[in-house]
């Protein structure tokens, strides 16, 4: 029986409540400071108040900090961690080893430590490395395939993988990506990631020839596993993350239902081989449409291999669901032609050609998957829908008869997810009987104890059958997380007198007990006290063979930002040591005389999803290497294709 862990997103407590009430069986959440994501923290208090709130369920809260951390900072780090730690958190994502050396010493075996992906965890070796540290949890590199999953778990199959299955993506292995930095002075390892890879470049080639004109070509289309779950779940990944700290809770609501329903719908099928991993099921009140909630077009990245399909050149915004054509165009309106149903106030949007300039003189022929050399995508509010005719609050300029029309604001939808969705309760079975002196209640949930509780009432012979009104009391768990599954009546018993007050008093003393076998179930793995047995992990790799052999040549890439992380670096071996390149460069500017950096480190091959790629069919470019991109303000940027091990490197002119 392997257990499966359904993890949400939580921008705030709103979110995080909401997402285990629609399924998930766990949630992250930023801390007030140090997560990835800066303009997604929270407080102490509310993260408490989402910890009590989630263990009714035997839920998880997992805290993000895994930012790097200054040396200043790192005394401010351990003690939010203790606050943390008290207010009942589960688990501990981090990145920074430095920080990690130092938190494993002051929190309890109860709360476990998840590698963060900014880890870069791409092998075994790496993931074994990082448990021999201290981790229960390595959260994998988003670019891998089940295949290389199933590797990594046939290698480790006592380490919980956890892998990301739904969400916007990052085209650089994350904890290498250095753009956002050089270019802005805003690092992603320190949660202020500026979004270079969202940025619209020219293509060129070492003449100065155009290949492609204002093109997102680094701009990656969300990630949606959705129908490949049970091939992750067969992988060894136990733990499917959805990605957006940022994102709102009908965002939350609408994708956490789709996956934990689906989850359910696979675990029916094998429930002698998979279980969740928190309690209750969830009784909806709407129908999750993955299509309607923010995505750029879906992915499902490098799960099957390498995919041509898996940029969203055109537009790095939401395009939203399909919901049709443009058949006939008037002065002040027009009409769609599919079909789709309308609101008033809906948001639809369109590729529009032409809007961006020219084909310039120098550009050369694209690939088989050539991209539109001018588009655009135009947005506009919908003032009045009747019908399949739309009157827009302004006519959009550019539209045309058969452009493909998307709807990227479903206000039906928005306004169906603004109320109660859902309901999750925690099943249970009720055996109700005697005792010498009194009556007494069995209750249990499945895979815990019973709880059980008795008092003492005199037997009296009862004037009328008591089956209906004991059923109705003992099930009366309305203002609880439970529902009443079944009322069990021993043989007899019903012929007694039982007050009501007796058996709402025996109903309230049984619930107690179940909430205390609840809190006290174990939530989370950990293994810190068996690494140094050896027990669960294999054999100690060299400290040489757990990175990329560009993590030599470039030691920045360990991301050392404190004193802690470098002596914990020398422990391990690491002859030469360096600052991380936020310490190096806090204000992005590069120094005379430095080597080439590498800035990003990506799967997604532009080259091949161009259909240049001869060592996987394409043709033979016309263009001379290297290629540059370059931004709106000339700011250049060299491709290096790495064709021996299939990825592409972004590194400054």
Not at 99 to 124: F, G, N, Y
Not at 278 to 304: A, C, E, H, I, M
Not at 395 to 405: C, I, N, R, S, V
Request: proline share 3%; net charge neutral.
């Amino acid at each position: 029986m392997r257990t499966i862990e359904l993890l949400a997103p939580a921008k705030n407590l709103a979110c995080g409540i909401a997402a285990i009430g629609h399924g998930a069986d766990a949630v992250y959440i930023g801390a007030s400071r140090f997560g990835a994501r800066q303009s997604a923290g929270n407080s102490v208090e509310d993260i408490h108040e989402l910890c009590e709130y989630a263990h009714r369920f035997g839920a998880t809260v997992h805290v993000t900090i895994n930012t790097i951390i200054y040396d200043s900072e790192l005394e401010e780090t351990i003690a939010l961690v203790r606050e943390l730690v008290e207010a009942g958190v589960d688990a501990f994502l981090l990145q920074d080893m430095g920080l990690m050396s130092e938190v494993k010493k002051i929190v309890p075996e109860t709360v476990a430590l998840h590698a963060s992906t900014q880890c870069d965890t791409r092998t075994w070796e790496k993931a074994s490395w990082l448990n021999q540290q201290g981790f229960d949890r390595v959260v994998l590199a988003r670019e891998l395939s089940s295949e290389e999953i199933s590797g990594i778990h046939k290698h480790l199959p006592d380490l919980e993988l956890e892998a990301f299955v739904h969400g916007a993506l990052c085209v650089s292995y994350s904890g290498i990506c250095y753009a956002s930095q050089y270019c802005f002075g805003r690092s992603a390892n320190r949660g202020a990631c500026a979004q270079f890879c969202r940025l619209a470049f020219d293509l060129k080639d070492s003449d100065g020839k155009t290949i492609e004109h204002q093109k997102h070509l680094l701009s990656l289309k969300d990630m949606s596993q959705i129908d490949n779950l049970e091939t992750l779940m067969r992988s060894g990944a136990c733990a499917f993350k959805i990605e957006g700290r940022l994102k709102d809770i009908n965002y939350v609501k609408n994708v956490v239902s789709a996956y934990s329903q689906r989850i359910n719908e696979i675990i029916g099928k094998y429930p002698k081989e998979f279980c969740r991993a928190s309690l209750g099921r969830v009784q909806y009140t709407f129908t999750p449409d993955l299509k309607k909630t923010f995505n750029r077009g879906y992915t499902n990245y490098f799960l099957n291999g390498r995919q041509p399909d898996i940029f969203s050149p055109d537009t790095p915004k939401a395009l939203g669901e399909y919901v049709g054509r443009v058949k006939e165009i008037r002065r002040d309106s027009f009409n769609v032609a599919g079909t789709a149903t309308f609101a008033n106030g809906d948001g639809l949007c369109f590729l529009a050609s032409g809007q961006v300039g020219e084909k310039s003189s120098g550009q050369v022929e694209s690939g088989r998957n050539s991209i539109n050399p001018s588009t655009v995508l135009q947005g506009f509010r919908v003032n009045l829908a009747v019908g399949n005719r739309l009157y827009p609050f302004k006519m959009p300029k550019g539209l045309k008869p058969g452009m493909a029309l998307y709807r990227n604001q479903d206000q039906s939808f928005d306004k169906e997810l603004s109320g109660t969705t859902a309901v999750r309760k925690i099943p249970i079975g009720m055996r109700f009987g005697l005792t010498n002196d009194g009556f007494k209640v069995d209750a249990s949930i499945t895979s815990l104890d019973e709880g059980r509780t008795a008092i003492t009432f005199a037997h009296q012979l009862a004037q009328k059958p008591q089956h209906d009104n004991i059923v109705r009391q003992l099930s009366k768990l309305g203002n609880t997380v439970y529902e009443c599954s079944e009322v069990e009546i021993e043989e007899g018993v019903e012929s007694y007198f039982i007050p009501s007050s007796i058996l709402a008093e025996l109903r309230r003393k049984v619930v107690e007990q179940l909430d205390t076998q609840v809190q006290q179930m174990k939530r989370v793995v950990t293994h810190r006290q068996t690494n140094d047995k050896g027990q669960g992990i294999r054999k100690r790799q060299q400290f040489s063979l757990v990175n990329p052999s560009q993590y030599n040549e470039l030691p920045y890439l360990y991301n050392i930002s404190n004193d802690a992380a470098r002596k914990f670096y020398e422990y391990q071996g690491l002859s030469k040591s360096e600052s991380a390149f936020e310490c190096q460069q806090p204000n992005g500017l590069r120094q005379e005389g430095e080597a080439d950096l590498l800035l990003m480190q990506c799967r997604h091959c532009i080259r091949y999803s161009l259909g240049y790629c001869v060592k996987r069919g394409g043709k033979s470019p016309k263009w001379h290497e290297p290629l540059y991109l370059e931004l709106s303000d000339k700011r250049r940027f060299r491709l290096e294709f790495d064709c021996k091990n299939c990825q592409m490197n972004v590194l400054p002119e």
